[in-house]
């Protein structure tokens, strides 16, 4: 099935939900235009098309092997990649004084999810290059970013992140890879690394490891993990490289999807490391790297969702099965009320979910770019809050529509050959990994919410009650159902607010669906609304959708309301002993 990228929905959010001009505005990003997005838009969308779309299907028949102590990329993968490289669309959002373009990264998630829709499995390696970037430069001595990152923001180097350990998964504190101190200031990294993503591959020429391992004195639990820096291949005093590092990929894992993404168990047996950062600092330093690494895998959860979305579409174009109410004889079942419900449906949620990513990346850019002190602190605070949500939220609509293609596609989406159930089963990693979705609400309600007093909520509800306010020149119906979401999420709030502990974590994810539904309904109409008053062309189209979203979508806030109230005896007064069976 073809993917063509829906630019016209992506520059509509970015100029009205995600405020894109104003973030154009600000200081470090004056050479960027609206004009010059748009051009950027449009040649992602090429690319995407073009050179990732077709291999999408051989990666998932022909996934990655190993051959003898290297990992072979499926077939396709190393050329597109090259191409991806001299394209120089992993440097979008790099700052310049790292070699990068210095967009800002509103734009970044714009392109990457055309990468990600196109091909998931391919964008995972640039994915977390971009990432370990960010954790490079952030942590790492003037030594190491000299030497690695300008290979790295251009691709030509790629990154991959080694946390996940048999024992030491969701929680790091078992972490047993061990890091020795050798006498020239390096250390020598020993253990066993699982569920490493892209760790190797022979599509770039070096691949730089980010390692947790623990020092010989550091204190138990995650407080005594460090961060080490492995490279494949070890780089020369002159920038060329040298001998191999002495660790690699000893077995690939037989995944339910994102087959042309090589997963790998590591062993390193005494490779050289260079320390990142504070020693027993490790986690710190990672989690600038998962930060990112986590909204980009919510942009997945909307990427892997509209590719289902447009195949499910195109095959109800041409399909034809009983007769269409008020139709003709041969009309497709695009006709059907039930077929054009769930795919109004799957449009409205990937639509409100995108909003959510673009607003968390928008308030990334203000928080690093704006002059004013106050500014970026309210940005710091609304990026912290928006960023499980749009990870957990995003991913879970991508399970959904993916798995509402396979329906419209009826028979023809449970075999293979449709390409449907390759989207349901890509999608499925994506509420698991980097953080599980259980796992980001507990942090929204602990982090985010309880931690600062529901600050950031209270500014979050405020901007939300604005957008209401913005609706009754255009949508009373519209207007009342945001209100109603709005009020929704604040007696929510106050209820994890002013909770025990049991009873905000037995809620915690119905409170990150509950926050998802309102402030997605919120961005649309929002969006809506500023289009209308751009007389955006587009606008009546967006507004149609908002309207839906607040028949349908924002009601459900007071369902999840209804558990949060109940708290955790709803789920502890069955007895554990009969849950096999009565």
């Not at 990666?59 to 090259?82: C, E, H, M, Q």
């Not at 590591?266 to 909204?295: H, I, Q, Y």
């Not at 990513?357 to 002059?371: K, L, V």
Request: hydrophobic content about 40%; proline content about 4%.
């Amino acid at each position: 099935m073809k993917y063509a990228a829906p630019v016209k929905a992506k520059t509509f959010l970015l100029k009205y939900a995600a405020d894109l001009s104003t973030v154009l505005s600000q200081p470090g990003f004056e050479q960027a235009s609206e004009e010059l997005v748009t051009d950027i838009l449009s040649g992602a969308a090429s690319f995407a098309e073009d050179f990732l779309s077709p291999i999408n299907r051989v990666g998932d028949l022909n996934p990655a092997y190993l051959d003898g102590d290297n990992v072979i990329a499926s077939p396709g993968f190393k050329d597109a990649y090259k191409s991806f490289v001299e394209a120089g669309w992993l440097s979008l959002s790099a700052s310049e004084d790292i070699g990068g373009a210095g967009l800002p990264s509103v734009v970044s998630v714009a392109v990457n999810e055309m990468i990600y829709a196109s091909n998931m499995a391919f964008g995972l390696c640039p994915m977390l290059t971009s990432s370990a970037v960010k954790a490079i430069a952030a942590h790492a001595s003037e030594d190491l970013k000299s030497t690695y990152l300008s290979k790295m923001v251009t691709g030509e180097w790629s990154g991959a992140m080694d946390l996940t350990e048999p024992q030491a998964g969701s929680d790091l504190g078992p972490v047993r890879t061990k890091a020795e101190p050798n006498p020239d200031g390096t250390y020598s990294i020993s253990g066993q690394k699982i569920f490493i993503t892209w760790g190797d591959h022979d599509c770039a020429d070096n691949i730089i490891h980010l390692v947790l391992a623990r020092l010989p004195d550091a204190p138990s639990g995650s407080k005594g993990i460090s961060l080490f820096l492995c490279p494949k291949y070890i780089v020369n005093d002159d920038g060329t490289l040298g001998e191999r590092n002495s660790f690699k990929a000893i077995s690939l894992e037989h995944k339910i999807g994102i087959h042309g993404s090589p997963t790998c168990v590591m062993e390193f047996s005494g490779a050289k490391g260079w320390l990142v950062g504070e020693p027993n600092r490790g986690l710190a330093c990672m989690f600038t790297m998962m930060n990112e690494a986590r909204l980009f895998v919510g942009v997945q959860g909307v990427a892997i969702g509209e590719r289902a979305y447009q195949g499910a579409l195109a095959f109800s174009q041409d399909r034809v099965q009983g007769r269409v109410p008020n139709g003709n004889p041969g009309d497709a079942i695009i006709g059907h009320p039930d077929v054009r419900r769930m795919l109004i449906d799957s449009k409205v949620r990937l639509m409100g979910a995108r909003a959510i990513c673009m607003a968390t990346a928008a308030a990334y850019d203000m928080t690093i770019s704006s002059e004013d002190e106050d500014i970026r602190k309210s940005s710091h605070l609304r990026e912290a809050l928006l960023t499980p949500i749009a990870k957990s939220y995003s991913t879970d609509i991508g399970v959904d529509v993916t798995s509402t293609g396979v329906q419209i596609f009826g028979g023809m989406g449970y075999v293979e050959e449709t390409g449907a159930a390759q989207h349901y089963r890509d999608s499925r990693i994506a509420p698991i990994y980097e953080g599980t979705n259980g796992i980001q609400a507990m942090d929204l309600v602990g982090r985010k919410i309880r931690r600062d007093g529901g600050e950031a909520m209270a500014q979050m509800i405020a901007d939300l009650k604005s957008y209401a306010e913005l609706s009754k020149s255009y949508e009373n119906g519209i207007t009342e159902a945001l209100e109603s979401g709005i009020e929704n999420l604040e007696t929510a709030t106050r209820v994890i607010l002013e909770a025990d502990e049991m009873d905000v974590l037995a809620v915690a994810s119905n409170y990150l669906e509950l926050a998802g539904h309102v402030i997605s309904g919120g961005l649309l109409i929002k969006a809506a609304c500023k289009g209308l008053e751009a007389n955006d062309p587009l606008a009546p189209q967006m507004m149609s959708l908002a309207r839906y979203h607040a028949q349908v979508v924002l009601p459900e806030s007071a369902a999840h309301l209804n558990f949060i109230k109940a708290g955790a005896s709803t789920l502890f007064e069955f007895p554990v002993d009969s849950l096999a069976d009565l």
